[in-house]
């Protein structure tokens, strides 16, 4: 079999994925392609690499000209990479914690970003990578594919939730392929997604409204009834509240919350000004990310 496609002649025994950092080693050569191919960088542009195991994307980036900072945890691995790149001043390796790096691993200014999020932390990690988004020029990550369908579902669509809002109000992203479990080893038992993340808000403003992120998280609480029934969970609505809604928002209020655009959260936020209620609760993506 060719190294450029199908799996690397890799054993189990040799990967030892670990449950405790929610390893799954892709081993598909033929989707690492696709992956690096996925990166619009030019020769000599960094890309940092989260999680970058074994080296498979790594290798690729470098033969097309990138500068790769690779970002592991696993100690086992930064050796194996270590060892494998020694020689490549193309490659610097960085052991670290993603979400708890010191200064000298952050991203450097115009790098783009890519890499496999490990399972059960894709909601932080995608919060950090916003967080970045002013050193980043973009991003092509590897999560559930369900996940993918709830960050970009649109009005309507039953995929759409509170994590739906959240990252349209901060990005747009694009499906790249489709990545079956065996391509991994340990296989997972869902189907990855790989998207292309473009810092450009698909809904502007959104992000900057006082009290949003509270109200929409409220109003996907229960996602099968409609708006006013789950906004009558608040406590902190008052009676001038709900006189204020029904005057400006009334249209609104039969709906259930995926079929609300963005927009239509602006609306009910402006109307209820609760920011000073319930302090500046900024996240409203708390979706399991994993796979």
């Known amino acids: ?37 996925a990166v619009p960088f030019k020769p000599g542009d960094v890309v940092y690499e989260i999680g ?13 000209g990138a ?24 490659v610097t390796i960085h052991h670290v914690d993603i979400l708890d790096l010191p200064p000298q691993s952050e991203p450097p200014e115009g790098a783009w970003l890519v890499g496999n999020l490990p399972f059960g932390i894709g ?12 050193v980043l020029r973009g991003a092509v990550v590897t999560l559930q594919r369900e996940v993918v369908n709830r960050l970009l579902a649109k009005p309507g669509d039953s ?9 349209q109000a901060r990005g747009t992203g694009e499906r790249i392929v489709n990545i079956p479990p065996k391509a991994f080893i ?7 997604t790989v998207m292309r993340i473009a810092f450009k808000p698909e809904t502007p403003g959104v992000e900057g409204v006082p009290g949003i992120e509270y109200i929409v998280r409220s109003a996907f609480a229960q996602k099968r009834k409609v708006l006013a029934n789950n906004l009558r969970l608040l406590t902190h609505l008052s009676a001038d509240d ?44 708390h979706d399991d990310t994993g796979r």
């Open 242 to 285: 709900w006189a204020r809604l029904h005057e400006e928002c009334d249209d609104l209020l039969r709906r259930r919350a995926e079929e609300l655009h963005a927009n239509d959260f602006v609306r009910l936020a402006k109307v209820l000004r609760l920011a000073d209620r319930v302090g500046d609760d900024r996240d409203i993506g």
């Open 52 to 64: 970058s195991g074994k080296g498979f994307i790594t290798e690729r980036l470098v033969q097309r």
């Open 159 to 167: 995929e759409r939730s509170a994590l739906s809002v959240w990252f």
């Open 67 to 90: 500068v790769v900072w690779a970002a592991e945890k696993d100690r086992r691995m930064v050796g194996m990479l270590r060892k494998k790149f020694n020689r490549d001043p193309n």
């Open 186 to 192: 340990p296989p997972p038992r869902v189907t990855s």
């Open 1 to 37: 079999m060719s190294r450029r496609s199908g799996k690397p002649p890799i054993s189990k025994e040799k990967l030892r994925a670990r449950k405790s950092l929610s390893q799954n080693f892709l081993v598909d050569l033929t989707i690492a392609d696709q992956i690096v191919a």
């Open 123 to 134: 909601t932080p990690i995608l919060q950090w990578l916003f967080d970045h988004r002013d």
